[in-house]
């Protein structure tokens, strides 16, 4: 199979910004030329033929700015000299090497040009460039009418290819990684070489004035060696191509980030998926995030699991040298074995923890854990998404594969005895997995092609001595590693048809193991799914990992299928989708991508004026750009931190925004090109507003204060405390029966996730499309804790009671399926059933010293609130001038008072006036006093419920206002306490 080439809309446009900066160039007059006719994009040496460009400075800043404006790109205020230098931003799996390659032919067909390097950073991306001119040579012949060019990589052993690369006529193009010649040692650099007669190869290249291309200068010339190695060559322009620019001092010639690739669907859709498992303490968990040393001691930061009043949580947690892991876990019985910290070390490089127990050590950024379930979910989950998209591409001649990451080769590939190589886990666990998932009957079209699990997939690592090895992507034997994998590159993308003859080893291969090769310099079209199991720092960005992907898929005759409803691609991560979001948008911004920022320059582009008979463009320029900036601060519309805010969403919905009129001057349709322009940036829809017309400040109405309100409040401020008797026979069976009701142990399930990310020029955003628990079938759990001790240090109570809790409740056969959970659980509905039998034998009486609740909890100032959680006062009977309420239950109270004119006074009880119970904190709801047809006045708490019967209130909150009555009728001022669940119910 071979990739089909069309040149796409954007590339050509990507294109003619190289070309149209060269706009007044002498343009060559025709195809075939002798000599003479032929130079003038020619210069002739001493030593060789190199490029001639005749464009003054000025005219060059000129075209850029045009090409820009054209673009909606922020204008260029200078050319940087003594070489221009110009980024073009191509986010990747778009084809800039296909752009700067069809840019070179262009360049020499149309002014003359011919000499070119192509600078890299790595042995990878070398081969990829080699690899992409070869696929796109008989492309380029049959669409540039025969023209003649020669690409080779740079070799210190071949040194004659420099010297015909300076004296050639037709096009040369050297490609040539930047530590060949960053260094005074490398032989780019000597003069000593026999072949070239004395001459270095530097010296020859820089008298071609030649045109270098540099790929990925971030990585490239990110030093003061490169950048003096790359000047040393002479270019005569520079063209820095990447997918972030991260030196942005050089001008723009074109923009294709992240957003726009996304917004035109030129690239994979990415959703991310990954696996959940519930906390619950059964392993232990660390993580050494960071170890600080001073003169007086060394503290470690640690996050690990600790242990809540009703949960656990990952937390972190500050070690020092004899700290004990248990303790420090509020007791989470699978610490135990892990110890005491026996020693810290804050060597650079060499960070650690000792502990005296299993595991003995952990490092800086290692994760301790038993995740080989979750792993195995991982795998799992991974297969099934590559079968699932299988049945719906294959139709379509698409191929699919799935990459998976690993930091560990012996994780894959092992060796037994006899050197001869077997499975690692991970290979094991994935041959087990997909015979189960393949087995289904939703598989069965799939089942069909009867090639065997083993030869389905493989790995791509680099060898040394003929053993697999872990690398770091750019030792020397990573390079036949990288050849293995372009030669495969088409094979991988074609079916395994024994009748087609179709039978290579990478036509089976379906889903890819690696190490580092491929985090970089390869990538394939119909890699739909990525899954990471990295086991300890992860290396490899976000950013190449879905690099690896994000080109669109292609069927087997090699010809693109665009659209998302083909091109999804799914990152199996080992972190949450928001983590993972967040990280990729952080890394996006760290490479120099400006989410929703209104920086100074937002606005330069935009076009001012036409001229007619030119097509000139004039821009509205830096300075107006940075005075229009600072309006919309002026106004609210942007803040501190360069950012769209609500009062700009308000406004532009509400068709309010305005700008000043020296800028509606300049332009008719000049707002609604700012507009525009700040909808790039800025999604509106996204901001919730609030209506500030609907909040109400609830005010003091200090004429209630008086005597009413101090003759009810005389009544209920008196506090109380409470003594218990509990029956020990009655309470064990009580508990037995609650926890035989209530406990729930389910097996440890994991769930899947999975969230598509859209990518806008205000950020990435996440948006849910599957939620799905799965259990897995293995045992994880290898050791039983200790239940009594732990129950007995959670609940206070003796062995004996609860041995005879636990045998009446009989519960004891779901300790297995979830130990800690089932601890947790058993301690939680214990407590709970003593704190319920507490109340049972419950007597309060009034603090003998008269100690009163505070007359200022009910005196507040001013309080804001909404219209529909507010009832208005009338006639003094409260002492706000209107009552906040909390649901619609309370408001059909408050209005009821307002109405029943034998409510001489109530209060809405606040927050602070509580009632200690042995089940927490009890607030009751209203107190009011009442008169009807001319009695004395009568005191009542009301309890205001939507039912009045047990059965319709929660057990703890029955408990709790049983609680109350006792507190109230202890203090015996006249008080009755009323259950309700309507006004008129008071009366009864």
């Not at 009748?499 to 190490?515: C, D, E, P």
């Not at 090699?558 to 080992?574: Q, Y």
């Not at 008979?613 to 601060?633: C, I, M, N, R």
């Not at 009751?924 to 019967?949: N, R």
Request: include cysteine; aromatic fraction near 10%; charge should be negative.
């Amino acid at each position: 199979m071979k990739i089909q080439f069309d040149e796409l809309s954007y590339q050509s446009d990507a294109i003619n910004s190289i070309i149209n900066a060269f706009d007044g160039q002498q343009v060559r007059k025709s195809e075939y030329t002798i000599m003479d006719q032929d130079a003038q994009g020619k210069l002739f040496g001493d030593k060789g033929i190199g490029n001639k460009i005749d464009l003054s400075v000025s005219k060059l800043l000129q075209n850029v700015q045009q090409i820009q404006i054209e673009q909606g790109i922020p204008i260029s205020e200078s050319i940087p000299m003594p070489t221009p230098q110009f980024n073009i931003e191509m986010e990747t799996g778009t084809g800039k090497t296909f752009v700067y390659l069809k840019s070179i032919l262009e360049l020499n067909r149309k002014y003359g040009f011919t000499k070119f390097i192509i600078v890299v950073p790595s042995v990878a991306i070398k081969e990829g460039v080699m690899k992409s001119i070869g696929i796109t040579k008989d492309y380029f012949k049959s669409q540039m009418q025969g023209i003649v060019y020669r690409a080779f990589m740079y070799d210190s052993k071949n040194l004659n290819h420099v010297q015909a690369f300076a004296t050639n006529e037709d096009i040369e193009i050297m490609i040539i990684n930047i530590q060949s010649f960053n260094s005074n040692d490398n032989i780019f650099n000597r003069n000593d070489m026999d072949a070239l007669y004395g001459i270095s190869p530097k010296e020859l290249v820089s008298e071609t004035n030649p045109i270098v291309i540099i790929d990925e200068p971030q990585s490239v010339d990110n030093t003061e060696n490169a950048q003096q190695a790359i000047a040393a060559l002479n270019p005569s322009i520079v063209f820095r191509f990447s997918a972030t620019h991260k030196n942005k001092s050089y001008p723009l010639l074109y923009k294709l980030g992240p957003v726009e690739a996304y917004q035109q669907k030129l690239v994979k859709q990415i959703e991310v998926a990954g696996i959940k498992k519930s906390i619950d303490g059964n392993e232990a968990y660390m993580m050494l995030k960071g170890i600080k040393s001073t003169k007086a001691s060394i503290t470690a930061t640690i996050e690990m699991f600790v242990k809540n009043k009703t949960s656990i949580e990952k937390k972190e947690i500050k070690l020092k040298k004899d700290d004990d892991l248990y303790l420090k876990s509020k007791r989470i019985a699978a610490y135990e074995q892990v110890g005491f910290v026996k020693d810290i070390s804050a060597e650079p490089g060499n960070e650690y923890i000792e502990f005296s127990g299993n595991p003995s050590i952990i490092r800086l950024s290692e994760v301790l854990e038993n995740d080989l379930y979750l792993k195995r979910g991982q795998i799992r989950k991974t297969i099934e998404e590559h079968l699932n998209k299988e049945l719906k591409l294959n139709p379509l001649g698409i191929k699919v594969l799935s990459l998976f990451f690993l930091d560990n080769v012996s994780s894959y590939r092992q060796y037994d005895e006899n050197n001869k190589v077997v499975n690692g886990e991970y290979a094991t666990i994935f041959e087990e997995e997909y015979e189960d998932v393949i087995s289904s009957e939703k598989y069965k079209v799939l089942r069909d092609r009867h090639i065997p699990v083993s030869e389905i997939h493989d790995g791509y690592f680099s060898v040394d001595k003929g053993r697999y090895k872990n690398t770091n992507g750019s030792s020397q034997a990573d390079e036949s590693t990288y050849q293995i994998i372009m030669k495969d590159k088409e094979d991988l993308l074609t079916f395994y048809d024994e009748s087609k003859g179709n039978v290579k080893k990478a036509h089976k291969l379906r889903f890819i193991f690696s190490h580092s090769a491929l985090k970089e310099g390869w990538d394939n079209p119909n890699v739909f799914q990525i899954c990471t199991l990295i086991e300890t720092r992860d290396t490899i960005t976000k950013r190449q990992k879905i690099g690896r992907g994000l080109r669109i898929a292609v069927n087997q005759n090699g010809e693109r299928m665009p659209g998302f409803d083909v091109n999804t691609l799914t990152i199996m991560a080992n972190e949450s989708y928001d983590e993972f979001a967040k990280g990729l948008q952080q890394e996006y911004e760290e490479e120099g991508v400006d989410f929703g920022l209104f920086t100074a320059d937002i606005f330069s582009s935009l076009v001012v004026e036409v001229d007619e008979e030119t097509g000139f463009k004039t821009p509205l320029g830096h300075e107006k750009s940075k005075e229009l900036v600072g309006y919309l601060k002026d106004q609210n519309f942007v803040d501190a931190k360069n950012k769209g805010t609500e009062s700009l969403a308000k406004a532009i919905k509400d068709g309010s925004f305005d700008i000043p009129e020296s800028f509606k001057e300049m332009a008719v349709d000049m707002k609604e090109k700012i507009i525009a322009a700040i909808g790039q940036k800025f999604n509106v829809d996204k901001i919730e507003i609030k209506d500030n017309a609907k909040k109400v400040s609830v005010k003091l109405n200090k004429e209630a204060l008086a005597g009413p309100f101090l003759e009810l409040w005389e009544r209920i401020k008196y506090k109380t405390s409470y003594s218990i008797q509990l029956n020990s026979k009655a309470f064990i069976e009580q508990a037995a029966s609650k926890l035989s009701d209530e406990l729930e142990i389910r097996m440890v399930k994991l769930e899947y996730e999975r969230h598509r990310l859209e990518t806008t020029g205000a950020g990435i955003e996440t948006i849910v499309e599957e939620q799905t628990p799965f259990a897995m079938s293995e045992n994880q759990y290898k050791k039983a804790p200790d239940i009594l001790t732990f129950l007995q240090n959670e609940t206070k109570l003796t062995r004996k009671t609860l041995i005879a809790i636990l045998k009446q409740s009989d519960t004891l056969r779901d300790f297995k399926r979830n130990p800690q959970t089932y601890m947790m659980e058993t301690a939680r509905i214990i407590n709970s059933a003593k704190r319920l039998a507490m109340v049972d034998g419950i007597k309060y009486e009034k603090l003998p010293h008269g100690e009163v609740y505070e007359q200022s909890l009910f005196v507040q100032e001013d309080i804001e609130s909404y219209t529909d959680s507010i009832v208005r006062v009338h006639d003094n009977r409260s002492p706000y001038d209107h009552v906040v309420v909390d649901s619609n239950v309370e408001r059909d109270f408050a209005q009821a008072y307002e109405t029943d004119k034998n409510v001489k006074f109530y209060i809405k009880l606040p927050q602070e006036f509580k009632i200690k119970t042995p089940l927490g904190r009890y607030n009751p709801d209203w107190a009011l006093s009442l008169e009807q047809e001319g009695t004395d006045k009568l005191y009542f708490i009301v309890e205001t419920k939507g039912s009045t019967s047990a059965e319709g209130v929660r057990t703890t909150e029955m408990a709790k206002i049983r609680c109350g009555e006792k507190h109230f009728a202890a203090i015996d001022t006249g008080i009755t306490f009323k259950r309700a669940n309507e006004q008129r119910s008071i009366y009864s």
